[in-house]
Every structure is written in C-alpha cells, then in structure tokens.
C-alpha cells in the first residue's frame, strides 16, 4: 500500500526527517509515537504533499506509484486521506458543503453524522467556533466519507472524551475492519489502542524511526519510564 | 419625465434578451409572481408602477409630489437635516409610501435601468416607511449591453417613522464603463429598524457612495451590510455611515470585498452624538491579485464617554492552509479557491429576508462563477 523510502523532509530549510523508511500494508495499521516536535506530524503532512513540507531525499510510493511530484487533490484521489491536527477554520463554507462533495450518499452522510454527533454541526461553518472535540469528531467524519484506502490519522483522540472516545474508536474500528482498509495513526494517549486492532507500532525520535513492536508494549514501556528512557530500551533501534 | 407606465405586455416587448438578462441580474422580477408592487424606470422613462397591494402607494416622485402635495415635505428633508445639499436636476425616481401599521409580506420592487449610450441617469428616490409599518424593498440598478459610458446619480431618502421596519436591498449590476452616484440619507425614528443590504459583484468603472443613516430615537437600530467584487482597472469608494442622535440605539456595518485586481476603499463611520449607543463596524478584504488594492478606512467618533463603538478590519490573500486543506478532501487548487471566496462573500452576512434569500444567493452563485 505505502511504501516509504530513506525520506529526508525539510520545513523552512530545516532539515526535520532524516532517512525514513516505511511501509504499511494493506489492512495494516501502524501506530506512531514520539515526542512532541519530533517529526510525526511533519511525516504525515509529506505524505500528503502539503506545500512547505519539502521532500529533500527519498521515494514515497503508494498502490504501486511514485507519488513523490503529486499534488495534494491527486493523492487523495489515489486514495490517501488524512485527518488534521490542527485544522483551519474556514468561513462560510459549511461542514454539509465539504461532506456533500466527498459522499454522494445522503442517507450515509446522515448516519455517520449522527453516530458522531456531529447533526447540528453540519450547517455550520467548518471548524468555526467548534470545540476540540467537535473538530476531531468533524475530522474524523470527513475523512472516512471520504473512503480512502489509507488513513492518516494525526491525533485523533486529542482533547476529546472518554465517552466520545468510544465512539470514535467503534465508528473508526468499524470501517478499518469492515473493509480491510489501512491506517497510519499518531497518538500521545492510546487510548485509540483500546478499540482498533493494531498490530504495529513505532516511536519517531528526532526526525528518526527508533524502534518498531507491538503497539501497546511499546506504549506501556514509553508510559512507565517517558521517552527519555527510549534511547537505551531493550529494542534495537531500528535501522 | 416623458413617458406614462405601459402595459406588461407592451413593458417586455421593449427589451431584448440581453436587457432581460441585465435586468433579472439586478433582482428585478418582471414576472412580479413574488412582489407587491413594482417599479421601473429606463433611462428617463417610467415604464412600470405598479402596487398589488393596498398598504403600498408606489409611483414617480414627481407623479407623487403631485398627488400628494403634503408629502412635499419630505423631498430634500433628510438632506436639510444633516445641512447638506444634494443634486437638484433629477428626472424621476421612485415614491414608496408604507401605510401605517401594515405589514407587507412580499417584497416590493424597483428598477433603474440605464439603457441608452452615454445617457446621464438622475433619479430621486423617496421611501417612507409610515408608523408600525413593515417592508421589504429591493432595489436593481442595471445597464444594457450598449450602455456605454453610461452615468447614474441615485438619490434615495428613507423615512423609516416610530417603529417601522424597513429591509432595503439594493443588488447593483452595471458594465465595465459606467460610473455611478448613489446618495442616500435615512431617517430612523424610535424604535424603528434600517437594514440596508449592497451587492455589487458586477464590473462597473466608478462608484462612489456613503450613504448616510442618522438613528433619531430612542430604540433605533441600523444594519448596513455590503459584498463586493472588485474588477480589475474599476474603483468602489464604498462607505457607511451611522450617526446616533438618540440615546439606545444600535448599529452594525459589515462589508466584505474581494479584489479580483480593482481598488476598494471601504470606509465606515461611526459617530455618536448621544450616549448609551452601542455599534460596531467590520471590514474584510481579500486580494486575489496583485493589482488589487482594499484600502479600509474605518472612523469611530463620539464626544462621550458611555458608548461602545468598536471596529475591526482585516484584509489578505487567500491563506494556503485553506487552499491546501480543502485539497487534502480533494478539491482541485481552483475549486478550492472558488469554494472559498463564496465562502468569504457569504449572503448569511446580510440580514436579508427570507423570501429574498434563495434568490440572491442564486444571483449571487451566478455572478461569482462568470467572474472567478
Ligand atoms: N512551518 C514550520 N515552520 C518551522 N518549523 C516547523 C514548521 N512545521 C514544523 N516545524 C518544526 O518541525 C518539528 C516537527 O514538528 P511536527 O509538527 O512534525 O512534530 P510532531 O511530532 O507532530 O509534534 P506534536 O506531538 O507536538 O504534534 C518541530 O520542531 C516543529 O517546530
Ligand atoms: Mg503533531
């Protein structure tokens, strides 16, 4: 599915991914950890092509192509959708407006809309005034309208519930399991280890893969002794 | 004047598709299938007046400061008031007098229609608003496709009296080479509203205006809301202006312009001379081109002390985190800049009334994709 070869990505000319190799399969989700600042956010961003992310090195291939020169709407429509840390508020156009565009489907944007709670927030303006919570809930919502084969997933639980958690994770679950779909999901808490099946996980430290295990070891390892400890854990850094 | 009102019949053969189109554009609904009454005036000539209802006396000013001779009053007052003086070579112009108490639940209608080469259009236009009275008013101001170098001076007086509610929307669609002159004053008396709702998304070579509402009692409020495209090698010197002579009154101007590579200058006015006044003024701005220039120029002024006036402005260029997010729910570069400037231009800001929403928002949608 992706496929992601020794990937130097640099912001503002600084250099912030060095050499990262990646691959996640079909049906495969990976979760990502790491310490804020060191890169997660930035990976996800390159692969999906925003502007300002500037691919210095490497190949980045998704369903058998090179889709290192796309641009942003390309690789969606190959199939890439991503979920946004930190989205931006954009007036007068309606959350209706965007789910309209991505599913043709009344009756399933509806359903989605309800099971998210998110029925009121459709007339109004994306992510204006929403609260954390809503944003994450309206984000999630988008993307799996979208029905792409790959998530990218970038804090999904952040600032959100523990009720809505749940709801999150089963609506979330539903759709990576139901259609043998693939994710890349960040996450600090992991709590979202609670409702998908997660068979990877790995840990970006400075811009660099560390370690690669079982999500939820690695998470209760990084819980009981921080990421400081990670640099001399029992796992071998990965390259 | 010259002219008398024809027939509808006889009002349509007068047009080609062209001057149809022109006309629909500016909101005019010649079907009149939703409005109480209706006005029209081509050039210098009447050629629709029409109320459908008993509550609305419309016609030209000077029919009506005929027939009406103690309405004389009210031509030039609101200008006397504010000790300013105005144009006095007009030909014609619509009258609209509002019954007191009544309430009008379709809008009414008037159209000035520029259709003949260099003709210089002068009108004068007289709106009262009687006691408790409620209306809704669009006005279109169009030209012909031959209308070249066409020139129209509008000037409007509204008298919205004790209580009366008055929605005024004026929806301009001239051509490249026009330049135009709108001058208006409203009285707002205690306890009535104004609402004054502009589009212009149309090219037009010049227009200059500041209207003008004066918030006489106690109670009043004003609402002057306005969208804007600017075309290229065009200037909009569009303005508002609220002053408070009353204490407890409100005001809100809200104005969005996008420049497409023309130059606006937004101002805006707030002046109390009361206080417990409270108002606020909001200006945004997007530029699409180099060429464009928004210039906003926002004024508050008061001599006291128990007032909240308050403004905020902002103009810039379509922000690429927009452009860039829209892309990642795959929407092409363009469709997402298209998606937000409608966004940005959104009709929700004007406080139109219901059954004149749907229409221009399909006005509007119309107008934005010809020109984007
Ligand atoms: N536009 C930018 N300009 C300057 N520096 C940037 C920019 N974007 C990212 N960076 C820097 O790149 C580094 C990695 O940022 P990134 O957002 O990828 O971190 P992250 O791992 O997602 O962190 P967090 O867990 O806090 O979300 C940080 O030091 C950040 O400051
Ligand atoms: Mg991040």
New interface residues.
């Given amino acids: 599915m992706l496929d992601i070869k020794k990937l130097s990505v640099a912001v503002e000319g600084k250099t912030i991914l060095k050499d990262v190799d990646l691959q996640i399969g079909k049906g495969e989700v990976l979760v990502l950890f790491g310490p804020n600042g060191s890169g997660k956010t930035t990976l996800i961003k390159a692969i ?1 092509g ?2 300002g992310y500037s691919v210095k090195r490497g190949q980045m291939l998704f369903r058998d192509k090179v889709i290192n020169n796309f ?3 390309e690789r ?2 190959l199939g890439i ?2 979920m ?1 840390q930190h ?2 508020k ?4 309606k959350l209706s ?2 789910a309209q ?2 599913c043709k489907n009344e009756k399933k944007i509806k359903d989605l809309a309800r099971r998210l709670s998110l029925e009121e927030h459709l007339d109004r ?1 994306i992510n204006l005034g929403f609260s954390g919570g809503e944003m994450k809930r309206s984000e999630l919502f ?1 993307v799996l309208l ?1 029905d792409p084969h790959l998530l990218l997933l970038d804090e999904p639980e952040s600032g959100v519930d523990l009720e809505n958690i749940s709801i999150m994770g089963k609506v979330l679950n539903d759709y990576l399991a139901r259609q043998d779909k693939s994710a890349l999901i960040i996450t600090h808490t992991g709590y979202i280890l609670d409702y998908i099946n997660a068979e990877k996980g790995c840990v970006m430290m400075e811009g660099e893969f560390w370690c690669e295990g079982n999500p939820k070891e690695i998470f209760e390892s990084i819980k009981k002794s921080g990421y400081e400890k990670c640099k001399e854990c029992q796992w071998q850094k990965k390259s | 004047m010259q002219g008398v009102p024809v027939a509808k019949e006889e009002l349509i053969k007068n047009f080609n598709q062209k001057d149809m189109e022109s006309i629909a554009s500016s909101g005019m609904d010649l079907s009149e299938s939703m409005r109480c009454a209706s006005f029209l005036q081509q050039d210098n000539k009447v050629l629709l007046q029409r109320s459908l209802s008993d509550a609305v006396d419309i016609l030209s000013t000077p029919q009506a400061l005929k027939k009406f001779p103690r309405l004389k009053k009210y031509f030039g007052k609101s200008f006397k008031s504010l000790n300013r003086d105005y144009p006095k070579d007009t030909e014609g112009g619509y009258f609209i007098r509002v019954k007191k108490g009544r309430t009008v639940k379709l809008p009414i209608q008037a159209c000035l229609f520029l259709k003949t080469k260099k003709f210089e259009q002068k009108v004068h236009n007289v709106i009262i608003v009687e006691e408790g009275a409620r209306v809704y008013l669009i006005t279109g101001c169009a030209a012909s496709s031959v209308a070249h170098e066409g020139f129209h001076l509008g000037i409007s007086e509204f008298f919205v009296q004790k209580g009366g509610y008055l929605n005024f929307t004026m929806v301009h669609s001239w051509r490249e080479d026009v330049s135009v002159r709108p001058i208006s004053i409203a009285m707002v008396e205690e306890g009535a509203s104004f609402i004054s709702n502009y589009v212009c998304l149309r090219p037009v070579r010049e227009i200059i205006m500041y209207p003008t509402a004066v918030a006489l009692g106690s109670g009043a409020r004003v609402s002057f809301n306005s969208l804007i495209l600017s075309h290229p090698s065009t200037l909009q010197d569009i303005g508002s202006r609220v002053i408070f002579k009353a204490k407890n009154a409100q005001a809100e101007i809200v104005a969005r312009a996008v420049s497409l590579g023309g130059k606006v200058i937004a101002r805006g006015h707030l002046k109390a001379e009361e206080q417990d006044v409270k108002a606020h003024l909001e200006c945004r701005g997007l530029l699409l081109s180099k060429q464009g220039i928004i210039h906003a120029i926002p004024e508050l002024e008061t001599d006291f002390r128990d007032v909240d006036l308050s403004h905020e402005a902002a103009i810039g260029k379509i922000s690429r985190d927009e452009i860039e997010y829209l892309c990642s729910r795959g929407f092409s570069q363009q469709e997402a800049q298209a998606i937000i400037i409608r966004g940005f231009m959104d009709i929700d800001i004007l406080g139109l009334p219901q059954v004149l929403r749907k229409e221009i928002k399909e006005l509007e949608d119309k107008t934005l994709k010809a020109s984007l």
Avoid: A, N
């Fill in positions: 999906m925003f502007g641009s942003i709407e969606e429509h959708g991503i946004h989205p931006p954009i007036r007068g156009v407006q965007i565009f991505l303006d988008q979208q």
